[in-house]
């Protein structure tokens, strides 16, 4: 029998998907030396990123999307304001994931965490007592870390000084923050939180649910991100 021969959109993602690697290094390039080059070759190379699957697919609308946004982020960048769009992408990242884990809680539907789950250990794993509820209970988990993140980093943006939006609009800030603490956060302290909460879950499940086989770190990081767009879409991860 032939191997199933992988769909141009799931294989453009895969080629793709490394380069994610290289925005958190132009971001903080960008943050270290004030130079707005840098920021919009993160912001260009995300929603590249992002995109590459729909505009393997040659279709019309979603390359004038591309073109149009990066048009947008070059006027940004033509006005010294690249900076604040690259300050609002980690609270849109974090809103997204909120909203994906939040959606997947709904009646009926199946938690995001117990679909990965399925997919990296088989849906007979959900029938092993506790690793459902477990399931449920680390989906809200994350939902209302991402959630709580993304208001966090809000509040940082609107409320950093010098620099904080309030204060480029004239507004007073009502918490105010150093702008150094600030930045220190948005482009490195948050995804630090994301990762410790992601290893020292990764602990505590092992230690919680000590009675059964979990995946190796790395098989789970890459599993994880294998499957991530069927996931997300609720489809079936093990089909081609």
Known sequence: MSSPIASPRNSTSRRWWPLMFGYPVLAMAGVLTHRQGFS???????????????????????????LGTLAAMGWLWWQDMVG??????????????????????????TPLIARIIEALEGPERL????????????????????????????????CAEPGGLLGSLGVASPWPVPAGIAQSYVHLGGYVLIVSAFLLEHVFRRLHLRHIRHPRLHELVVGVAARWPKLVRGEDPASP
Do not use: K
């Not at 590459?52 to 040659?58: E, F, Q, S, V």
């Not at 769009?85 to 939040?102: K, M």
């Open 84 to 109: 604040l769009l690259l300050e609002c992408v980690p609270i849109a990242i974090n809103i997204l994931l909120a909203c994906l884990f939040g959606r997947s809680l709904r009646g009926g539907s």
């Open 40 to 66: 919009l070759a993160a912001c260009t190379l995300l929603l590249t990123v992002l995109m590459a699957p729909a505009l393997a697919t040659r279709r019309v609308l979603p390359w004038l999307v591309w």
């Open 127 to 158: 029938d092993v007592p506790g690793v459902a509820s477990y399931a449920r209970h680390l989906t809200w988990f994350w939902t209302l870390l991402t959630a709580t993140q993304a208001l966090v980093l809000a509040v940082l943006l609107l």
